[in-house]
């Protein structure tokens, strides 16, 4: 994995466990908050904390965001800072930045300052687990790419439906017939520690599955795909 360098703007709940997780996974990782409280609170779990309103022009130019591989701004709850500090970005030249936004107003705003990459946590969360609600078979999905007119592309966890079990990935022509790719299979296997099978199991991944990997009952299928070829499938399981 490539070391990336990644700002994020705001420590609101999100974007502190935002921090937390890039900078467990090795990225070099800048913040910048005006909460003193919230800079010394988060020092020591990134790379570099800078107390500094992200309205301010000439602060920002200072910090070099050009440079970076993505810019975050977390700042949705504040609209006055979320829109200032979009513009401010989009001058200093940031290659890739990224906003959460709260309300489709700001949507539409940061789409007219340029900024195409949106995101909202809470709705993609509320959205996932209707998802889960409606769809028995389905564990969890990724949205990974999602452009302006809507498209999108996801990872889901499916449960293998019946009519694949005892069928190789070549049989069930995950790929041709369902327009799905098949990324790997979790399965269910007892933890070493323990002697009943009823006391304790564990997923295992089990790598790429070849065109010979046979199913069984209560696998959990890792599986890429438009979100419209996923919805497909599950409605037909």
């Known amino acids: 994995m490539r070391k990336k360098k990644i700002a994020v703007i705001g420590l609101g709940d999100f974007g502190k466990k935002l921090v937390l997780c890039l900078y467990e996974e ?5 913040v910048v908050d005006k909460d003193m409280d919230l800079i010394d609170g988060i020092k020591d779990s990134c790379t570099r904390a800078i107390r500094m309103d992200a309205t301010d022009e000439i602060g920002m130019r200072s910090l070099g ?19 200032i500090t ?4 989009k001058k200093i030249g940031v290659k890739e930045i990224i906003a959460r936004y709260q309300s489709e107003l700001q949507v539409r705003i940061l789409k007219m300052l340029g900024i ?12 996932n687990m209707a998802e889960m609600f409606r769809h ?3 564990k969890q999905s990724f949205v990974i790419s999602e452009s302006a007119e809507g498209d999108s592309f996801r990872i889901a966890e499916i449960v293998v ?3 694949f079990v ?3 990935l070549a049989e069930v022509k995950l790929k041709e017939t369902h327009h799905l790719l098949l990324i790997t299979i979790k399965r269910f296997k007892q933890h070493p520690k323990f002697k009943r099978k009823e006391d304790s199991q564990i997923l295992e991944t089990l790598g790429i599955p070849p065109n010979n990997f046979i199913f ?5 299928m890792v599986v890429f795909g438009h979100n419209d070829a996923i919805e497909n499938f599950l409605d037909n399981i």
């Not at 965001?65 to 829109?83: Q, R």
């Not at 979009?86 to 970005?89: K, R």
């Not at 195409?116 to 959205?127: D, G, L």
């Open 26 to 30: 090795g990225h070099e990782v800048l």
């Open 136 to 138: 028995s078979h389905l």
């Open 216 to 220: 069984r009952n209560n696998d959990i």
């Open 161 to 163: 439906p019946e009519f």
């Open 65 to 83: 965001l050009e440079d970076f591989d993505y810019v975050v701004l977390a700042v949705a709850d504040d609209f006055e800072t979320l829109i």
């Open 86 to 89: 979009s513009d401010i970005l």
């Open 166 to 168: 005892g069928k190789t």
């Open 116 to 127: 195409t990459h949106v995101f909202n946590p809470e709705e993609r969360a509320a959205k």
